[in-house]
Nanobody, 121 residues
């Protein structure tokens, strides 16, 4: 079993910044991809950004390119999302996701509990 613990959400004014963190722990052999998704009220969950462990290749939603930066610390099994120039439309619950090769040699997909980000205009 693997646990993902998120932190860093909150309320910020438009134009402000927040940094989200997600730490993974448990039966981890290797985390292949870690990422952030978000879900706004009445909308489907969508990918915000993800990053591979092998070469730190990143992938961003068009709506956040140039404003958000994803990074990871493999030694700590932690992923970060630096969010700058926040807009009211970034308001959502942000979920951490990890594609894990577990110590039982099986691949699993895990989700964090979610952290609320609210951007006021």
């Amino acid at each position: 079993q693997v646990q993902l613990v998120e932190s860093g959400g909150g309320l910020v004014q438009a134009g402000g910044s927040l940094r989200l963190s997600c730490a993974a722990s448990g039966s981890i052999f290797r985390i292949n991809i870690m990422g952030w998704y978000r879900q706004a009220p009445g909308k489907q969950r969508e990918l915000v950004a993800d990053i591979t462990s092998r070469d730190s290749t990143t992938n961003y939603a068009d709506s956040v390119k140039g404003r958000f930066t994803i990074s990871r610390d493999n030694a700590k099994n932690t992923v970060y999302l630096q969010m700058n120039s926040l807009k009211p439309e970034d308001t959502a619950v942000y979920y951490c996701n990890a594609a894990v090769l577990s110590t039982d040699w099986r691949n699993y997909n895990y989700w964090g509990q979610g952290t609320q980000v609210t951007v006021s205009s």
